[in-house]
């Protein structure tokens, strides 16, 4: 609740500070769904089952702010049994061509991840590329606290460099309060004997580092490459991804592409191994109204490993189909139902045990 508060009072007092000049508005996100899963078991079909459940899949409020060279963004989740803020930050355009982002935010990774709105995705849920690298790297909400710089040379490229704490745990909190200055040490007696025990993490000179580079090179066409430098004393996963984008009046078309170096060779165990995926999507505009769409995506979680020592390779095959209430502010109203066929690479004899999942979602969007 102190969080709450305290974000509460920083807007209020951007606001004030340029209120002449000030533009803000309100946002929220409803998505409640529907989904029926078939799970079969691989020794006996006696414990096969059909799950059918309904819930809500989204539910967030928030606000944008934008007073001159200053905007800010503050968004929570209620969508489990408390509320959860996913972003607080403050952007500064301090250059015609570069500006400064501070807080907690979706910053640089991949594009297929946090840097797709929950509210503009193409199916139900992310790619396995943007799940796998969130959850790999920042955290599953995508966001983590830093600060962003961005600069946009011209109208093809833009340049960006995130210096952040590794992850968007609150927890995670290098910044010291005035009541917290002191000994980076404390005393414990064991056994008799009085051994210095830190009191304050060891997270090094330097923060987690990320770059990332867009290109626009011809109308309709997005390109991207990021990469996480892996850090000893914050996230020892390093990063790697790129992107294809091309979108034309009636279709578009998605590669997603993404690698995970996991325990580098400073680790003492020596466990360094990499993931890796990728996911294709299309889609097309059948009426004013209605987007038929198909996806296939694959992920490797050990690419030294084969099916033959117990690895699972990820293959999903999906179809949806999107109808949008309004097709002058599309994803205000949205009606969304997708098919997802399993296809994994299993080890002899494993069975896949979801081979099939059916999903409906229905949309409320004001932004």
């Known amino acids: 609740m102190k969080k709450v508060v305290l974000l509460a009072a920083v807007l209020a007092a951007m606001c004030l500070a340029t209120a002449a000049q000030a533009e803000s508005s309100l946002v929220g996100l409803v998505q409640t769904w529907w989904s029926y899963t078939a799970y079969t078991h691989p020794d006996s079909s006696d414990l096969d089952a059909t799950q059918t459940g309904f819930g809500v899949r989204r539910a967030r409020m928030g606000y944008k702010y934008k007073g001159g060279d200053m905007t800010g963004s503050f968004l929570g989740d209620m969508s489990g049994t408390s509320f959860t803020i996913l972003d607080a930050y403050a ?6 061509k570069a500006s400064l982002r501070a807080g907690r935010f979706i910053g640089v990774q991949s594009q297929a991840a946090g840097l797709t709105s929950s509210a503009k995705l193409d199916l139900v849920e ?3 590329v943007g799940r796998r690298f969130g959850s790999g790297t920042v955290g599953g909400d995508y966001r983590t606290f830093g600060a962003q710089l961005t600069v946009v040379p011209n109208e093809m490229f833009t340049v960006q460099l995130l210096a952040h704490n590794g992850n968007g745990s609150w927890s995670m909190d290098y910044v ?3 009541n917290s200055h002191g000994d980076p040490y404390h005393t414990t007696m064991v056994d008799t004997v009085a051994v210095l025990t830190p009191t304050m993490a060891d997270t090094g000179a330097l923060p987690q580092l990320d770059f990332g580079i867009q290109a626009k090179p011809m109308e309709g066409l997005d390109l991207g490459f990021t990469y996480g430098v892996p850090n000893e004393k914050r996230n020892t996963t390093g990063s790697m991804s790129a992107f294809a984008y091309y979108t034309a009046e009636e279709y578009y078309f998605k590669f997603d592409f993404a690698q995970l170096m996991h325990n580098p060779v400073w680790d003492d165990d020596d466990q360094d191994f990499t993931s890796m995926g990728y996911a294709v999507t299309g889609g097309y505009s059948a009426n004013e109204n209605t987007e038929l769409v ?3 995506e694959s992920w490797d979680n050990n690419t030294d490993k084969g099916t033959d020592d117990g690895d699972f390779l990820t293959k999903n095959l999906s179809f949806g189909v999107n109808y949008y209430v309004n097709p002058e502010a599309k994803y205000d109203q949205v009606f969304k139902a997708a098919f997802t066929l399993r296809m994994d690479d299993t080890p002899d004899g494993v ?11 229905w949309q409320i969007y004001v932004h």
Do not use: C
């Not at 952007?91 to 015609?96: G, I, L, N, P, R």
């Not at 069975?351 to 979602?361: A, E, N, R, S, T």
């Open 91 to 96: 952007d500064y355009k301090f250059h015609e």
């Open 351 to 361: 069975d896949i045990p979801d081979p099939y999942l059916f999903q409906l979602m």
């Open 176 to 178: 010291p309060s005035n």
């Open 294 to 296: 198909a996806r296939y």
């Open 126 to 128: 992310r790619t396995i």
